[in-house]
């Protein structure tokens, strides 16, 4: 006993030695960081009242400076900025969805301002544009050096108003201009429908009405195929979707999970790091689900499948998300403005961060180019005869007429899941997959 305490006398006088050793240097290092730092904020003044005195033409003193904090944040990474005042209240419209604009989320990349993804039925959805596009000039104006705030600023204005943007897209040898009539955007958070005996829940943002409109869209579905007994599974479609709001993303990876971790995020500090568990309650029941992601499913889209693949709760289905893993907070500033400021990252439940990596699907599906339409030519949809189309053919008389009547319901379904093929392969593939499942667990 009397040996521990030595021991620990012994460890608390050795460190008061070696404290008293190095307390001058340290405190010299420190004096010398700050003193360096007031010479920057000197030289900052400096600089700041020449433009003032010595620019070719007067400046406006406010906006030098906003610019000048907004160079200072952007220099971080792409996703932290400056948000004055206007823009913060732009900001606070779009995540209660509905905005004016062209209805694109977008990032910087190597100078450009590269497309995350069009927002469904916006005038950029309509006008054709797709997630990885790239835009090179607005109405004419390169944009290769301005700040991502900057270019975006140039893309608003009055609803109703013409603006042409020029794309660079993989897979094409020259860019092309695209002509958009900006619009007011209002975004129906998810939309959900029924294919077969899947339940379809399109989820296009994660903004304050995300989760409330996947929980009543999911119940008037399963209302519709007459109760959770017909329901093969659920497809939860994040294609295209940039993300959002956090409290969304949880919420939503919640409605399908009755125990375990949903996300961590992990700050500079170690008091900045959280963990967020789901609690008992799954609005499927336990029945199968797909979730459908592709380059264009970012941030909380990448939360939710993360959730659900860690969980071995769904099957994700597509290709490769965007790979945006840090969390933004949004700090309110003097004068109404903001600041938007990375402070952490996050974690799937498994402790991967997929950081620049994006989630990996589970079954890769490439979604098929769009094809122009083929036209009438018989001889690209050749039509053979069956056994009933010969003359004299027997009749089969084992069937009843409700069995007859089954097999001409199952034929029309399957035909149907074939247009659907045409239209989305992505998402017919994750019906069939469902109903393959189904079949399975009957």
Do not use: C, W
Request: proline residues 4%; aromatic residues 4%; charged residues 25%.
């Amino acid at each position: 006993m009397k040996k521990y305490m030595m021991a620990g006398v012994v460890g608390v006088l050795a460190g008061t030695l070696v404290s008293t050793q190095f307390a001058g240097p340290l405190i010299a290092q420190e004096s010398e960081k700050t003193s360096n730092v007031y010479e920057q904020l000197d030289l900052f003044g400096d600089v700041f009242e020449r433009i003032r005195s010595n620019y070719v033409e007067d400046v406006d003193s406010e906006e030098l400076i906003e610019a000048a904090i907004d160079g200072m944040l952007t220099s971080l990474d792409p996703h932290s900025s400056y948000l004055s005042p206007k823009d913060a209240a732009a900001m606070r419209v779009q995540t209660s969805g509905s905005f004016g604009g062209l209805g694109i989320e977008v990032t910087q990349e190597e100078g450009f301002v590269k497309v995350v993804a069009p927002m469904d039925g916006t005038p950029a959805d309509i006008a054709g544009i797709e997630a990885g596009d790239f835009i090179t000039q607005v109405d004419g104006e390169g944009v290769l050096g301005m700040t991502l705030d900057e270019t975006v600023e140039m893309m608003r204005g009055p609803v109703g108003s013409e603006i042409v943007i020029t794309i660079v897209r993989e897979g094409i040898d020259e860019p092309f201009d695209v002509s958009i009539i900006r619009d007011t955007i209002k975004l129906t958070a998810v939309r959900s429908r029924v294919e077969g005996n899947a339940v379809v829940l399109r989820v296009t943002t994660f903004n304050d009405q995300t989760f409330p409109n996947l929980r009543d869209g999911l119940a008037s579905s399963i209302e519709e195929l007459g109760g959770i007994e017909n329901v093969d599974g659920v497809v939860v479609d994040l294609r295209n979707n940039p993300g959002g709001l956090l409290d969304q993303a949880i919420q939503v990876s919640d409605a399908f999970l009755d125990e375990g971790e949903i996300v961590s995020t992990r700050g500079r500090n170690p008091q900045d790091s959280d963990r967020v568990n789901a609690e008992l309650g799954d609005l499927a029941e336990g029945m199968p689900i797909v979730v459908l992601i592709n380059g264009g499913s970012a941030s909380a889209s990448e939360i939710v499948a993360g959730a659900l693949q860690d969980h071995h709760r769904a099957i994700i289905v597509g290709t490769k998300s965007f790979g945006k893993g840090s969390v933004q907070t949004v700090m309110p500033l003097r004068s109404d403005g903001a600041m938007r400021l990375t402070t952490a990252r996050y974690y799937t439940p498994s402790g991967r961060s997929i950081q620049a990596l994006g989630i990996s699907p589970d079954i890769v599906v490439e979604q098929p180019p769009r094809r122009p339409d083929a036209g009438t030519d018989e001889e690209e949809t050749p039509q053979f005869r069956s056994e009933a189309d010969l003359r004299g053919a027997l009749d089969n008389d084992s069937l009843t007429e409700d069995q007859r009547r089954q097999i001409e319901e199952e034929r029309t379904a399957a035909e149907e899941a074939a247009k659907l093929r045409d239209e989305d392969y992505q998402l017919a593939y994750a019906v069939d997959l469902l109903k393959g499942l189904s079949k399975i667990a009957d």
